[in-house]
């Protein structure tokens, strides 16, 4: 089928402001819009930059704004956008690029929230023990692929950047609930902070933006829980 | 173009699970740059599924040596037995150490690591199916990925994300006389970056894209063995490239083993479950080379489904719904995004994808890359996981293995680098270093428009791999490959980027990524015409037994000053388990 592809192009060595460019291409309806990027760059105009390696939706690089949505390309079918795509980089962060963000800001907030497991007492040589109900307590926030889908959908997040984001939540949110992990009330007191988690305001829209169908509104909702009752 | 100049102890190429590890076993230790053209977290050791085997014990018994066993009997006895046995062995640990840093493995009903069923894993020595595959649903590697990146972030290792390194510097240009540096593409500026080391681990990962049809990400294009193969270290075992059965029909995204690790069956046209006929006792959980051949044979002999009978089924659909939700929820989804169908109630169109480089770049079990058939080493240089070649995967690795490998070669390549940096300063780099690198891209921007395009010779090269270089090869067949990439090779020289600018310059990044598919390519095609046997995942129709006494040794291929390939050989390490038919 025969596809327009509406692109929104910047480049800061040519540029002074971006501009829309529109391609036609050839694709099967059941091609990703990844697919249709590549044939872009790979046919018709080498020039434009989009980040993109597993194609399959666990790396989480191509994630951009298709049809006023907060998509990975790669897990997009044509057939579900129709024959008039728009694609637009991440709002919220620098664009570098055509549709290449900078990424920066985002892992920066990412480690604010010590995003690794703390636990300071001698396991020994065998492992943790965790019951099957407590490993499914924090499972739905260990999907998180990093991919920014979320943070860059959020309202509040595109108004005041110092917002750590839902991401940063989602991850602390991973260890906060993980029966073997100490530092939760350290991370409780993090995200209890002006640019944490009472910045957010239950737009929805990251849980609808996530590609991996992470409950991330209710996953934000039960971190202020936990802060209002640690108990 | 500018050159920018840094100093390390040590570099590590490659920011997947093997690169990782390796980090957190030199961080503390010497300083450390970790170097990679994608974010860390980007890496494809994130799209692993189903599992990583550790002879626990936790669900069934089990012993380290059966695991030894099952792998060296699973690479068709080309495994150096020595490898595999440390390699089993210190699965346990690495799983532990794995649980202890964070990694939300599923659970058995007491709070243990729970256990699986996975292809070629086996009780006492082939008797049964075995539960040996640790696993977190069927994003293992995800896990893996997310868990070693959160330990680098507490470690606060220093990451050079989006940095594609493109050539090594040796002394003297000798890699027998010790690392002197490397040399790497920024993405985000165009600028050429060098760094100043004595040591340089590279975990690349593999090159399944010389192929059409692949489970691999697009960026897995071969760059670490390419560069080195480039500058004097030899190809190890080029010829064993593992098809993994259950890619989804045309694309060749992963549907993990796992599914039949959970019961899955794969059915011909007839319904049949035609594994009963190639592998009785184990059946669907066979090794991946055989069960992709005999999809391929079933669909040869006009039992493929479809109306072109040219795919296989994969049925999960007499599974407990719940069991899919739980266990196998990513591959079910893909399904459903992919293929449109639910996997609950509709067969899946599968076929052979490729998946596994089991060769790459030769290294003894600390990771040391070895330079020839004597095993001379190459002094701090090292390479671990999908890149490198140890070899504990022979002729063909068995599922899981792939995320063992990384996590136990680059504990010990990381700790092996670090004592051997101890003390000793970089070696000083050659003389306009980066220079070589900085004309081979102003080569590429400056080609005349016109010229041949990048996409078009990558095409043609994976289709004539496929075609002539994949899972079944005849001399007839190899011959065509080789003449076919040296013409791709004679077209790249005339390749042109379009794109003149600096920043984020993907149309370069993949004209160099396609110069390393070039020659890993050639590598492999030189190797599997030269053995006239089959074994594991090299599969000759017209030498379709394997030979043990003319062909028990892995091959070494050479770059030539002229640009052919020289190939040498090297026995296998022998241990306790002698040849046998490979019968499951």
């Given at each position: 089928m025969d596809v327009s592809l509406r692109i929104k192009r910047f480049d800061p060595e040519k540029d002074r402001r971006p501009h829309w460019e529109t391609y036609r291409v050839e694709v099967e309806p059941t091609d990703r819009v990844l697919d249709a990027l590549h044939q872009v760059r790979w046919y018709q105009d080498g020039t434009l930059a989009f980040r993109r390696s597993c194609a399959h939706g666990v790396c989480g690089s191509d994630a951009m704004v298709i049809n006023g949505q907060n998509r990975l390309a790669c897990v997009l079918l044509v057939q579900d956008v129709g024959t008039s795509i728009t694609v637009e980089p991440l709002r919220g962060l620098p664009v570098l690029k055509d549709l290449v963000v900078d990424m920066d800001a985002f892992f920066a907030q990412y480690r604010t929230v010590l995003p690794w497991l703390h636990n300071d007492g001698d396991p020994g040589e065998t492992e943790r023990r965790q019951s099957p109900e407590q490993r499914a307590r924090f499972d739905d926030t260990t999907k998180c692929i990093l991919c920014a889908a979320c943070t860059t959908s959020c309202p509040i997040y595109w108004a005041n950047d110092t917002y750590v984001g839902p991401a940063a939540i989602v991850n602390a949110h991973r260890f906060i609930f993980d029966s073997r992990d100490e530092a939760g009330e350290e991370r409780l007191h993090i995200l209890d902070a002006q640019s944490g988690v009472w910045r957010c305001r239950t737009a929805f829209n990251c849980t609808d933006a996530c590609p991996r169908g992470i409950k991330v509104t209710q996953a934000i909702q039960e971190v202020k829980r936990a802060i209002v009752d640690p108990g | 173009m500018e050159i920018h100049r840094h100093r390390f102890d040590a570099v590590i190429v490659g920011a997947g699970g093997a690169g990782l590890r390796a980090a957190i076993e030199t961080a503390g230790k010497c300083r450390t740059a970790v170097i990679s053209k994608l974010y860390p977290t980007r890496s494809h050791t994130g799209a692993a599924q189903g599992g990583m085997c550790a002879a626990l014990a936790n669900v069934e018994e089990d012993s380290w040596e059966w695991h030894a066993f099952d792998t060296v009997k699973g690479g068709d006895y080309l495994v150096d037995q020595p490898a595999a046995q440390i390699m089993c062995r210190e699965a346990v640990d690495a799983v532990i150490e794995l649980e202890h840093f964070g990694l939300p493995f599923n659970r058995t009903p007491e709070g243990k690591i729970d256990q699986r069923r996975f292809g070629g894993h086996t009780r006492n020595h082939?008797?049964?199916?075995?539960?040996?595959?640790?696993?977190?649903?069927?994003?293992?590697?995800?896990?893996?990925?997310?868990?070693?990146?959160?330990?680098?972030?507490?470690?606060?290792?220093?990451?050079?994300?989006?940095?594609?390194?493109?050539?090594?510097?040796?002394?003297?240009?000798?890699?027998?006389?010790?690392?002197?540096?490397?040399?790497?593409?920024?993405?985000?500026?165009?600028?050429?970056?060098?760094?100043?080391?004595?040591?340089?681990?590279?975990?690349?990962?593999?090159?399944?894209?010389?192929?059409?049809?692949?489970?691999?990400?697009?960026?897995?294009?071969?760059?670490?063995?390419?560069?080195?193969?480039?500058?004097?270290?030899?190809?190890?075992?080029?010829?064993?490239?593992?098809?993994?059965?259950?890619?989804?029909?045309?694309?060749?995204?992963?549907?993990?083993?796992?599914?039949?690790?959970?019961?899955?069956?794969?059915?011909?046209?007839?319904?049949?479950?035609?594994?009963?006929?190639?592998?009785?006792?184990?059946?669907?959980?066979?090794?991946?080379?055989?069960?992709?051949?005999?999809?391929?044979?079933?669909?040869?002999?006009?039992?493929?489904?479809?109306?072109?009978?040219?795919?296989?089924?994969?049925?999960?659909?007499?599974?407990?719904?719940?069991?899919?939700?739980?266990?196998?929820?990513?591959?079910?989804?893909?399904?459903?995004?992919?293929?449109?169908?639910?996997?609950?109630?509709?067969?899946?169109?599968?076929?052979?994808?490729?998946?596994?480089?089991?060769?790459?770049?030769?290294?003894?079990?600390?990771?040391?890359?070895?330079?020839?058939?004597?095993?001379?080493?190459?002094?701090?240089?090292?390479?671990?996981?999908?890149?490198?070649?140890?070899?504990?995967?022979?002729?063909?690795?068995?599922?899981?293995?792939?995320?063992?490998?990384?996590?136990?070669?680059?504990?010990?390549?990381?700790?092996?680098?670090?004592?051997?940096?101890?003390?000793?300063?970089?070696?000083?780099?050659?003389?306009?270093?980066?220079?070589?690198?900085?004309?081979?891209?102003?080569?590429?921007?400056?080609?005349?428009?016109?010229?041949?395009?990048?996409?078009?010779?990558?095409?043609?090269?994976?289709?004539?791999?496929?075609?002539?270089?994949?899972?079944?090869?005849?001399?007839?067949?190899?011959?065509?490959?080789?003449?076919?990439?040296?013409?791709?090779?004679?077209?790249?020289?005339?390749?042109?980027?379009?794109?003149?600018?600096?920043?984020?310059?993907?149309?370069?990044?993949?004209?160099?990524?396609?110069?390393?598919?070039?020659?890993?390519?050639q590598a492999l095609v030189a190797a599997a015409l030269a053995r006239t046997e089959s074994r594991g995942g090299h599969f000759r129709d017209d030498h379709p037994l394997r030979d043990d006494a003319n062909w028990m040794r892995h091959s070494l291929a050479f770059r030539q000053p002229d640009g052919t390939v020289r190939l040498d050989y090297k026995p296998v390490v022998g241990g306790p388990y002698l040849p046998m038919e490979r019968k499951y």
């Open positions: - | 082939g008797e049964a199916p075995v539960k040996r595959a640790c696993y977190a649903a069927d994003r293992t590697g995800h896990m893996i990925l997310q868990t070693l990146y959160q330990q680098c972030v507490a470690r606060g290792v220093a990451f050079f994300d989006e940095f594609q390194v493109l050539d090594v510097a040796f002394v003297d240009g000798d890699p027998r006389r010790g690392v002197a540096g490397v040399v790497a593409h920024e993405l985000a500026t165009g600028d050429l970056h060098v760094f100043e080391c004595a040591a340089a681990l590279f975990a690349t990962g593999g090159f399944g894209r010389i192929f059409k049809v692949s489970s691999n990400a697009h960026t897995l294009t071969g760059d670490g063995p390419g560069l080195l193969w480039r500058r004097g270290v030899p190809l190890e075992d080029m010829e064993f490239f593992q098809f993994h059965p259950t890619g989804i029909n045309k694309l060749g995204i992963l549907l993990s083993e796992a599914a039949r690790g959970e019961g899955g069956i794969l059915r011909n046209a007839d319904g049949e479950r035609f594994m009963e006929r190639y592998a009785p006792t184990v059946k669907d959980l066979a090794p991946r080379d055989m069960v992709s051949r005999a999809m391929l044979l079933e669909i040869k002999d006009g039992r493929g489904c479809g109306p072109d009978k040219d795919y296989i089924h994969l049925d999960l659909t007499h599974l407990p719904p719940e069991q899919i939700d739980e266990k196998l929820p990513d591959i079910a989804e893909f399904v459903r995004t992919y293929q449109g169908i639910e996997p609950k109630t509709d067969l899946i169109p599968i076929q052979p994808t490729a998946h596994y480089a089991m060769g790459g770049i030769p290294t003894n079990v600390s990771a040391e890359v070895i330079l020839d058939a004597a095993d001379t080493v190459a002094p701090g240089l090292y390479a671990a996981g999908e890149c490198a070649c140890v070899s504990v995967h022979g002729a063909n690795r068995l599922g899981t293995n792939s995320l063992l490998d990384i996590v136990v070669f680059g504990r010990r390549g990381g700790a092996a680098m670090a004592e051997y940096v101890q003390g000793r300063e970089p070696a000083g780099l050659p003389a306009g270093f980066g220079e070589e690198t900085r004309r081979t891209i102003e080569g590429l921007l400056g080609g005349p428009a016109g010229a041949a395009r990048v996409a078009d010779i990558r095409a043609e090269l994976q289709e004539e791999m496929t075609e002539k270089a994949s899972v079944f090869r005849t001399d007839e067949s190899l011959r065509a490959a080789a003449a076919a990439v040296d013409r791709l090779r004679e077209r790249y020289r005339g390749v042109a980027v379009a794109d003149q600018g600096r920043r984020f310059n993907y149309e370069l990044s993949e004209a160099l990524e396609l110069g390393y598919l070039l020659d890993v390519a």
